[in-house]
């Protein structure tokens, strides 16, 4: 690889939004396979801290460059002069994120509620803005950039990125709700790689080979994953919990790819047209004036020259040459127009022939409608996608593909933004010519003429049924079981609590049983762990079928079981339930040509005999369980004061 001499190099500082992770990976690439080096350049890439302003960083000159939000804009005009030099994730990440306390839950119900909120989350503001939520309203705590304070109750709600803490929650059995803004159409560019006007004046140059070696290291880590996420762990995050890490950062990776949509848009291309919709945003929700001017807001890597000298003399060589050649210049006058018109013409019809070969060969399925919604166009993509052929749905309705399964308002709300002359995103669910349904994510845009009459729509649409079984599996394993796929103890105490509500409005009895395994210990160290499984899985299903599909038992952690059974009419019909599981599970276990034999202790406790709360009846039935236990295993045992 050539390096540049030591005296060539220059030594600048990138600030990173957040801790280390893969939504840096093309700087760390950049960095790390040398491409700052052969720019000329010596990049120190800094982390953010809890506290720490990057926009301040890079206006202060304490780091030349920096990774911001939409709200650069927002700085802009409060007077800090800072410059877009290249969009990198041209969809948002930025999201809102709470437990999942209750079901349903609304983004209304965060009022009043403790939040973590990171610097430059404005678009986050401005979605709560569109909500009608005063942001006064809320408590509002430091961001620590540390998931465990929402998973420990320290914070009702956080600003996150949807590469990151959905991730770290599912793992951690927790259960949430995403709010995204993107569900009231405010749908900016994210993680924009800026620097200030005085760099790009005092160091041109160095603006635009930081730029292209940076958008040069995120072609290689976006066809490169795998190497990248080794070298962040390696040299970056560190390799604790190793297996752990890599997991998560494969599935930052996927999300990270999703949201660049570089299959369709160049890394770094930045929509000027776009941008003025983001400020007409802001300016909508009061967030900024109107007409706000981007002069210089956006960097342009390849700046038209000014070639105004040479026009001005042109007119005096003109004048000095006078009357007698003018006849002459204006047939080269001519000609030269009819040159460059046949050179625009043939320019074009190569732009046209590149956008048709790309649309065409596009990985995603693009429809083009009139102003009607009747199907002019769609690409072969479709076809894979739909299974229609482009003659089947050639001058229908996209409507064809509608499984019926969409809300009525989301269509309505759609339609609402698109005659606005607005560009719509979201996500449906539609049904494919055989049958079957799938997710896409559609991207709508109304197309007008010079007139600004709207003339067609253009859609792009990506199958996302795979990411969303992706999200579906994490959403179950927060609250199931792995090994046996009963719910875990967050979904059993939703149930508990959803019954306990049921029972004090109907005025019925409801019976909480806690079950421990009497002798699966010493098979479990005798025969192995994997015996040990078979066994829970066995005994898991044993007390399913004991149970009425109205009933819920769960695994709360090792050889524990608890059982709810809803509406029981006294003491005793709960007894013989637990009676029933009880002797279902002496029955010899036979598991790889060995015979197996366990027991149960069971404690009972009532609804509202013993207890009106969750904490009161899950401690009284524990207690009666210990007595069970104490007094020779294999029995139930019916929760009494004497226990206490």
């Avoid at 780091?63 to 700085?75: F, R």
């Avoid at 339609?415 to 991207?443: D, M």
């Avoid at 079981?481 to 009963?486: G, N």
């Avoid at 019925?508 to 210990?521: Q, S």
Wanted: glycine share 6%; charged share 25%; net charge negative.
């Amino acid at each position: 690889m050539l390096t540049l001499p030591a005296h060539a190099v220059e030594k600048v500082r990138l600030q990173l939004k957040w801790t280390h992770a893969f939504q840096f990976a093309g700087y760390y690439a950049a960095k790390e396979l040398g491409y700052y080096r052969e720019a000329g350049l010596d990049v120190d890439i800094q982390q953010a801290q809890p506290g720490l302003d990057v926009i301040d960083e890079v206006v202060s000159g304490k780091a030349e460059y920096g990774i911001g939000t939409s709200s650069l804009m927002l700085s802009r005009k409060e007077g800090k002069p800072v410059v877009v030099i290249a969009v990198i994730f041209q969809h948002s990440p930025l999201i809102l994120i709470s437990r999942k306390d209750a079901e349903p839950q609304t983004v209304h119900d965060l009022s009043g509620k403790r939040i973590m909120l990171e610097s430059q989350s404005q678009e986050l503001l401005a979605y709560l803005k569109r909500e009608n939520i005063p942001f006064d309203q809320f408590k509002k705590i430091e961001h620590s950039f540390n998931v465990d304070d929402l998973v420990n109750g320290k914070v009702d709600v956080m600003s996150a990125y949807l590469t990151n803490e959905p991730f770290r929650l599912g793992q951690a059995g927790i259960a949430y709700h995403i709010y995204t803004p993107r569900s009231v159409g405010i749908d900016f560019y994210g993680d924009n790689l800026f620097t200030t006007d005085k760099e790009i004046k005092e160091h041109p140059e160095r603006v635009k080979a930081f730029r292209a070696a940076s958008l040069r290291g995120w072609e290689y880590a976006l066809q490169h994953q795998e190497e990248i996420i080794d070298l962040i762990l390696q040299r970056y995050v560190g390799l604790n919990n190793l297996a752990s890490n890599k997991e998560f950062f494969h599935y930052e990776a996927a999300q990270t790819s999703y949201l660049l949509s570089h299959d369709l848009i160049a890394i770094g291309y930045m929509n000027p047209g776009r941008w003025r919709h983001i400020a007409d945003t802001y300016a909508e929700l009061g967030m900024l004036s109107a007409n706000f001017s981007m002069d210089d807001f956006l960097y342009e890597p390849n700046p038209e020259v000014n070639l105004s000298w040479f026009y001005v003399w042109s007119l005096f060589a003109l004048i000095f040459v006078g009357i007698v050649g003018s006849v002459a210049l204006y047939i080269l006058r001519v000609n030269r127009r009819l040159a460059h018109s046949l050179d625009e013409i043939r320019k074009n019809e190569l732009r046209l022939s590149f956008l048709s070969s790309a649309i065409e060969h596009s990985p995603t399925s693009v429809i083009i409608t009139d102003a009607n919604s009747l199907i002019e166009y769609v690409n072969p993509h479709f076809t894979i996608d739909t299974g229609y052929a482009a003659e089947e749905v050639i001058g229908k309705k996209p409507s064809i593909l509608q499984s019926g399964q969409v809300k009525p308002e989301i269509y309505q709300a759609m339609w609402q933004q698109l005659l606005r002359g607005e560009e719509w995103t979201g996500e449906l669910i539609n049904r494919r010519k055989n049958g079957e349904l799938y997710w896409e994510e559609a991207h709508i845009a109304p197309v007008k003429n010079a007139a600004g009459k709207t003339t067609h729509y253009v859609a792009v649409k990506v199958d996302v049924s795979e990411r969303k079984l992706v999200n579906d599996k994490l959403a179950y394993l927060a609250h199931h079981d792995s090994l046996t796929s009963l719910p875990n103890r967050i979904l059993f105490f939703e149930r508990l609590a959803q019954g306990l509500a049921l029972a004090k409005r109907n005025k019925t009895r409801l019976a909480l049983m806690y079950i421990d395994l009497d002798r699966f210990k010493p098979i479990n160290d005798s025969f192995g762990h994997a015996v040990g499984d078979v066994l829970l899985q066995q005994a898991a299903e044993r007390m399913k079928h004991c149970l009425r599909d109205s009933d819920t038992v769960g695994r709360i952690g090792g050889d524990e079981f608890v059982a709810l059974t809803l509406n029981v009419s006294d003491e005793q019909s709960a007894t013989v339930l637990a009676e029933k599981i009880r002797v279902a599970l002496t029955v010899p276990f036979v598991i790889a040509d060995h015979t197996h034999f366990i027991s149960a202790s069971i404690g009972i406790a009532i609804y509202p005999d013993h207890g009106m709360t969750e904490i009161e009846l899950a401690k009284k039935a524990d207690m009666a369980m210990y007595a069970a236990k104490a007094k020779g295993r294999d029995q139930v045992i019916l929760y009494s004061p004497g226990m206490e």
